[in-house]
């Protein structure tokens, strides 16, 4: 049998993918393991040797070697031999580790779990959001014990491992052909047991209290931006690693402008002479610096006009995005005797050339329901 090419000794032709590779090993080594064949040499061998090809093949590099020089790839020290299992119970661990529990590690004893995240709202302002700020704040959080060091044990004593689960954390048990994993019911998972719990955190290894967290807002940020700090959540149970906070940045209503991505849009209202003459108006910006926005004779309401540069700044990189003005033309409401003349004057001398837009809407009126 060690002459048997690797693919004939698993069943699968040289072409097979991993997952194939992978099922029909699963399947031989079920039948052929040692502890479902006590005493048979021949199924131990064969065990061995189906072992020692998936080894290979299940590699990317190795399964490359062999197919090019087959096993004299991995001879003269550079090979590699059969698996060790020890028992049935590990054959599971090997093809299904991934499923049971794989926050254990093999003799390492349970895998610490970290502590969880933090969301804090913030709310700032646009200027805050052009500029930037420095801001504290104060949350209730888990935090390391400082009597125990988060070991959870009384100052001057230690947790001991977990006669149960041998600190595995876990425990297991074979019921006929499958084997049970589950929770230690002893440590419930820790891998240890404390004999004489810490007075301040009961064991725990962490307490509740607030803390004072400092805070750098980077200019540009924009509705829902998250900024994490790491490390700054929860801290983990027993000296586990903290969790993070993440702090999400909502806008306040800004008094003149709205923001879509970097851009500023503002509504400018304008009397209708300026609108009519033209002129220029002042829009302070974001950056405290008046901008003077020029007005085009015959302007209309809704007209939109860019000032480049002037909007937001680009979040972690560099420049900014424009202003956007919308124009509003305002009509007068409350007009002077001497005004309601001049504008009589006005209409007196108007030609419907003055307003195309006029012109050509009551042009169609009369085009479709005559004099």
């Known amino acids: 049998m060690a002459d048997t090419e690797y693919y004939e000794l698993l069943e699968v032709d040289r072409s097979a993918d991993d997952k194939t590779i992978k099922s029909s090993y699963r399947r031989l080594a079920m039948i ?26 299940k590699d990317p590099q190795k399964r490359a070697a062999y197919d090019r020089f087959g096993k004299a790839a991995f001879q003269n020290g550079g090979g590699h031999g059969a698996q060790d299992f020890g028992g049935f119970s590990d054959i599971f661990e090997n093809i299904f580790g991934e499923f049971m529990g794989g926050g254990q590690s093999r003799g390492g004893g349970r895998q610490q779990q970290r502590g969880a995240d933090l969301r804090y709202d913030m709310e700032i302002s646009f200027e805050d959001a052009y500029h930037g700020k420095d801001a504290s704040i104060t949350i209730e959080v888990a935090t390391l014990c400082e009597p125990c060091e988060g070991t959870g044990a009384k100052p001057g004593t230690a947790a001991r491992g977990c006669p149960t689960c041998a600190g595995h954390g876990k425990v297991r048990a074979q019921q006929g052909f499958f084997v049970v994993e589950r929770v230690c019911p002893t440590c419930h998972g820790a891998g240890k047991v404390i004999e004489a719990p810490c007075d301040q955190c009961r064991g725990e290894g962490r307490v509740d209290r607030q803390k004072t967290i400092s805070v750098k807002i980077p200019p540009g940020v924009d509705e829902g931006t998250r900024i994490r700090l790491t490390g700054e959540g929860e801290a983990g149970s027993r000296g586990s690693p903290s969790g993070d906070l993440y702090i999400f940045i909502h806008l306040a209503r800004h008094a003149l402008f709205q923001r879509e991505g970097n851009t500023l849009f503002a509504r400018c ?19 405290k610096v008046p901008h003077d926005i020029r007005i085009p004779a015959g302007i209309q309401s809704g007209k939109q006009i860019k000032q480049r540069g002037a909007g937001m700044p680009v979040l972690n990189g560099r420049g900014f995005g424009d202003m956007v003005v919308e124009i509003e033309v305002e009509t007068p409401t409350r007009l002077s005797p001497r005004q309601k003349d001049l504008l009589e004057q006005f209409r007196a001398t108007e030609t419907g050339a003055e307003c195309p837009a006029s012109e050509g809407f009551f042009g169609k009126i009369k085009g479709i329901f005559g004099e």
């Open 32 to 57: 052929c393991h040692p502890d479902r064949n006590p005493g048979c040499k021949d199924s131990e061998a064969k065990f061995k040797a189906i072992s020692e090809a998936y080894d290979c093949l």
């Open 269 to 287: 209202p304008i009397s209708f002479t300026t609108a009519a003459l033209g002129g220029t108006i002042t829009v302070p910006g974001l950056d």
